[in-house]
């Protein structure tokens, strides 16, 4: 069963530094997201993407945030000058299409930020 | 130590017995709804979903029940499994748009 990957399972960064996450949705879905989960709490929408443009974006993706399908199978998340707040499981998710569609997820990447 | 989070409510059932995890919503907007399952380290699992327009979905061992009335969802898990020890999470998405919004978790454990 095809399925969301995402890379690394864990990066460690110092507070300040840039992080780039990266995600291979599932091959013929249209739509990406990503979210994120502090540890302990529910699991937060931070942006979907279509059509190479951001469609919706919650008030966690700011600035600092943005993200990228830079070619056919990839798409990323990049944070810039990464707080510690930051840390969290960020995940990434897609599907075919978005009316009455399940997003899928991958296992997430745990960003830890020191 | 361990980070200050939600509290997540906890069922614990014995194996063999049924589960029924329930699930409030607020938004009157939305129109289809997913329950997921998180095992430990792992990204949200989908489970079963269901549209508005219905009010009952069976799957494998589970069922999905929505009430619009009173914005309830609950999740039916037949004869519940140790493998069915995770944190269960119920989802929404508001009527012409993409934006999955999760609910807060309902953790379940599964005693042998």
């Known amino acids: 069963e095809p399925e969301v990957t995402q890379t690394p399972s864990h990066q460690v960064t110092q507070m300040g530094q840039e992080v780039i996450l990266r995600c291979v949705p599932i091959?013929?879905?249209?739509?990406f997201y990503w979210y994120r989960q502090i540890l302990g709490q529910k699991v937060e929408f931070l942006v979907s993407?279509?059509?190479?443009?951001?469609?919706?974006k919650s008030e966690i993706f700011d600035d600092q945030f943005s993200v990228e399908r830079p070619d056919g199978s990839n798409f990323t998340l990049k944070i810039r000058s990464t707080k510690l707040e930051d840390s969290a499981m960020y995940f990434c998710?897609?599907?075919?299409?978005?009316?009455?569609?399940?997003?899928?997820f991958g296992n997430g990447t745990r960003l830890t930020v020191t | 130590g361990e980070s200050v989070g939600l509290h997540l409510p906890t069922l614990s059932v014995q194996e063999g017995d049924n589960s029924i995890i329930n699930c409030a919503y607020s938004?009157?907007?939305?129109?289809?709804f997913i329950w997921y399952k998180q095992e430990s380290g792992k990204g949200p699992q989908f489970i079963i979903d269901?549209?508005?327009?219905?009010d009952k979905r069976q799957g494998q061992r589970v069922t999905v029940l929505l009430n619009k009335t009173v914005k309830h969802l609950s999740l039916q898990i037949a004869a519940t499994q140790p493998g069915d020890s995770a944190v269960y999470f119920c989802?929404?998405?508001?009527?012409?748009?993409?934006?999955?919004?999760f609910g807060g978790g309902t953790r379940l454990m599964v005693k042998p």
């Open positions: 091959s013929n879905h249209l739509y």
């Open positions: 993407f279509y059509n190479n443009e951001i469609s919706e």
């Open positions: 269901i549209r508005s327009n219905m």
């Open positions: 998710a897609s599907t075919a299409r978005t009316s009455n569609s399940p997003l899928h």
């Open positions: 989802a929404e998405i508001e009527n012409a748009g993409n934006m999955l919004t």
């Open positions: 938004n009157s907007a939305s129109d289809y």
